[in-house]
């Protein structure tokens, strides 16, 4: 079974990835098992060439539909059309400083009128809204049916819906749902009603927990959860499913149920959780992962029959939604089910020889299921979590309470709100539990360590995961052994490790990888150094100032102030900021007015142009700033404009020289291409993260031999475009990338410059 799944999961994800390449090589792989199937007589592997066949002419069905279906194609070009969609589920972003509120929701198309033609439709789709029309959309009934004129967009890689549609305005002719949609949106309803009194994490993740409803959660809390490996908790999953089953196996047997009305009911109960979380692709995921674990469960028969039982799963869930062999949560659910079939039993066995049997089940079930399924977490996060295994153990406790209660207050709030209102409440103090771990586990200096995601990187963590799953057994059963092991794990917590040789003792200019942001540190003495710009997450910076021995920051400058600049603010308190340094234009204003809130009382100059400070062995300069006028104190949103406004800084220290522009595009970057030596240094920190909005003349003023860009790794903005590299590289620089080296320093060295990669 497990053969036959690998075959119908990889042929499938193969055609779906449209990569030629990929598809070549997956027909090749069919023909030749099906040749050794006729040669060799082999059952097994007929089936394998069947089922692989199968799949290609599904896929090949599928392409064909998506050539040809006239909402592709419309989609392809971008056509504007009035559109009839069934709305689903969707999650609302509050307007901010840097963007417009935002609703994104599932929908199903149902009729479609573009360019004088009409089709009638059944194909899914992404419905997006955007400022004052986000929250009329967010406030539709579930399963509403209305009309709406829109611009057809294609989906993204991967994607299972065929179009976007990016509505404008509000909708129209809005009909009822239906009894079904409206029994599941009343119990949806219900259960938000019933979690509205509650504090504020409780009130996001209660819902979160037991239908995947994550509406509420913010991105604060969003991220806690992925440095934690507690993501898995926020999304409908196999988990949820197997504690609703089985409390529903436990209620069933008290009043009576017995024999096959036992697998009646619990039929009853996957039907129920598939509606109730409205049938989505991930939740027919979430259901055959879940009846794969109370299978294993109830019926035993060792690892090798449960793995068995998740081949036919996964099968089952490829054949009927093919968009989930490249659905990352797909593969999450079934390494995870995987490793706890395979691992988890060893694990306990082995750790139970010296522990009570509770602990050695709670320790082995995270731990099993974190080596199974670290390698996509690599790859989906940029980071490996140290710290989830003990997070996942802390907030076990807390998990199928807050589930259960949460899912007795979904079928209480339509018949009896108070019951529902009690039931929340005790939920609630579970969430608010979870919350507590993952706040505190993200708290923790080493709690994730990042770590770049390209395939060599995945394939040496899964080297690694599988020597780890062989090896843990036989360290586990060894008290002292198993003591050291959390012990050097608890270290790492609390201080870090860095790559040896990171950073380098005499450095002299770092650029901290923050994500897709920037974040340049001159150093001006002993554990001093001056900070140009924040990069957009607090944690990263901070944890690259720790690294760098960075504990005062004598001057704060901010070239402007977007987020992705100016967003990190907080890592710098209690840090003596004693200066801080913007330009004339205010806008943002939420971020302008952060920095009073975030920084009181330290001093705030507005540069003109000409400033400088000497900090002990550097200077550093505002060449050019933009004039007071430049934008109009009302804008909250990013614009070219502002990128443009951006101060132009030269730092020099130690005989290093470095220019930072900020997000300068091509027309300011050639204005200060003609202030000749002003702009010559030997580093440069590439402006706007290597945008393709470049000057040439720029890069050739300045001159660098070193060129730094600071990026996120597979950020959705296509940077660092290549013409912008093969424009800085034409000038003799050596270019450094945070996504691919992580934070960089440079330092003087006889003859040049020394630059040490942390990665």
């Known amino acids: 079974m497990p053969l036959l799944a690998g075959a119908v999961w990889g042929m499938t994800a193969a055609i779906r990835s449209e990569a030629a390449a990929a598809i070549v090589v997956a027909g090749i792989l069919v023909v030749v098992v099906g040749l050794l199937a006729w040669r060799r007589r082999s059952v097994v592997a007929a089936a394998v060439a069947c089922l692989g066949a199968l799949c290609a002419l599904s896929g090949v069905v599928h392409a064909a539909a998506s050539t040809f279906d006239p909402v592709a194609a419309l989609a392809r070009e971008g056509a504007s059309a009035t559109v009839v969609v069934q709305v689903g589920a969707g999650r609302t972003w509050e307007a901010t400083a840097t963007r417009p509120a935002l609703w994104r929701g599932t929908a199903t198309l149902q009729h479609l009128q573009a360019r004088g033609q009409a089709w009638d439709s059944r194909a899914d789709v992404v419905v997006m809204a955007t400022g004052d029309a986000a929250r009329t959309w967010a406030e539709l009934q579930l399963g509403a049916r209305v009309t709406t004129s829109a611009r057809l967009q294609e989906p993204e890689p991967g994607e299972a819906a065929w179009a976007v549609v990016r509505v404008r305005g509000a909708p129209s002719d809005v009909a009822d749902a239906g009894l079904p949609w409206n029994v599941v949106g009343a119990l949806r309803e219900g259960l938000r009603a019933a979690c509205a009194p509650l504090p504020e994490d409780a009130r996001a993740l209660v819902p979160a927990l037991v239908v995947g409803d994550t509406e509420a959660m913010s991105d604060d809390l969003r991220d806690r959860f992925v ?3 507690l993501t898995h908790l926020t999304a409908v999953s196999g988990a949820n499913l197997t504690l609703m089953l089985g409390f529903l196996r436990l209620l069933a047997v008290w009043v009576g149920v017995r024999g096959r009305w036992i697998a009646v009911v619990l039929s009853g109960g996957v039907a129920g959780f598939v509606l109730l979380c409205l ?7 979430a259901a055959a992962m879940g009846l794969v674990g109370l299978a294993a469960l109830g019926h035993g028969g060792g690892p090798r029959a449960g793995v068995r039982r998740l081949a036919v799963a996964v099968i089952v869930v490829v054949l009927l939604a093919p968009a989930m062999a490249l659905s990352v949560g797909f593969a999450l659910s079934v390494l995870a089910t995987g490793g706890l079939l395979w691992w988890a039993r060893p694990f306990a066995e082995a750790l139970g020889r010296w522990l009570p049997r509770w602990l050695a089940d709670a320790l082995a079930v995270p731990l099993a299921a974190q080596v199974a399924t670290e390698p996509v977490v690599v790859a989906l996060a940029g980071q490996v ?19 259960v209660l949460g899912l007795g207050a979904t079928l209480a709030a339509p018949v009896l709100m108070p019951l529902a209102h009690g039931l929340a409440w005790l939920a609630g103090w579970c969430a608010v539990g979870i919350a507590q771990v993952a706040r505190w586990g993200e708290a923790l200096p080493g709690a994730a360590v990042p770590l770049h995601a390209d395939l060599g990187a995945q394939a040496v963590v899964a080297a690694m995961c599988l020597l780890a799953a062989a090896v843990l057994p036989a360290i586990l059963r060894r008290p002292i052994a198993t003591l050291t092991l959390a012990g050097a794990l608890a270290v790492a917590l609390v201080r870090p490790p860095v790559s040896p040789g990171w950073p380098d003792p005499g450095w002299r200019v ?12 001159v150093r001006t003495g002993p554990r001093q150094a001056a900070v140009i710009d924040t990069g957009p997450d607090p ?9 760098l021995g960075v504990e005062a920051v004598p001057l704060l400058i901010l070239t402007h102030l977007h987020a992705d600049h100016a967003g990190g603010l907080t890592a710098l308190t209690g840090r003596g900021v004693a200066m ?13 007015r952060s920095i009073g809130e975030v920084l009181p009382g330290v001093p705030r100059v507005v540069a003109a142009g000409g ?10 300069t505002i060449v050019a700033a933009p004039r007071p006028a430049t934008i109009t104190t009302h804008s909250e949103g990013e614009s070219s404009a502002e990128n443009d406004a951006s101060l132009l800084i030269r730092a020099e220290v130690d005989g290093l020289s470095l220019v930072v522009a900020g997000d300068a595009e091509e027309s300011t970057q050639t204005s200060h291409a003609r202030l000749g030596a002003a702009v010559d240094a030997d580093v440069l920190v590439v402006p706007h993260h290597g945008s393709r909005r470049h000057s040439a003349a720029f890069f050739d003023a300045v001159s660098p031999t070193v060129a730094l860009i600071s990026v996120g790794a597979g950020n959705d903005y296509g940077h660092p475009a290549d013409s912008t590299v093969r424009a800085v590289t034409q000038t003799g620089a050596r270019v450094f990338r945070t996504d691919e080296h992580g934070s960089i320093t ?7 410059l020394s630059v040490t990669p942390q990665r």
């Open 227 to 229: 440095a934690t490996g």
């Open 279 to 285: 049938g989505e692709p991930s939740v027919l995921r």
């Open 385 to 403: 979590s140290v710290v989830a295994v003990l997070a996942n153990l802390a907030a076990a406790p807390f998990v199928g309470p807050a589930t």
């Open 510 to 521: 770092a650029t901290c990888d923050v994500g897709q942001g920037d974040a340049t540190i």
């Open 539 to 547: 944690r990263l910076l901070s944890r690259c100032l720790d690294q």
């Open 580 to 592: 801080v340094v913007t330009s004339s234009v205010r806008t943002p204003a939420a971020a302008d």
């Open 611 to 620: 400033e400088r400070w000497g900090l002990g062995a550097a200077t550093l």
């Open 746 to 752: 440079v330092a003087p060295a006889p003859g040049g």
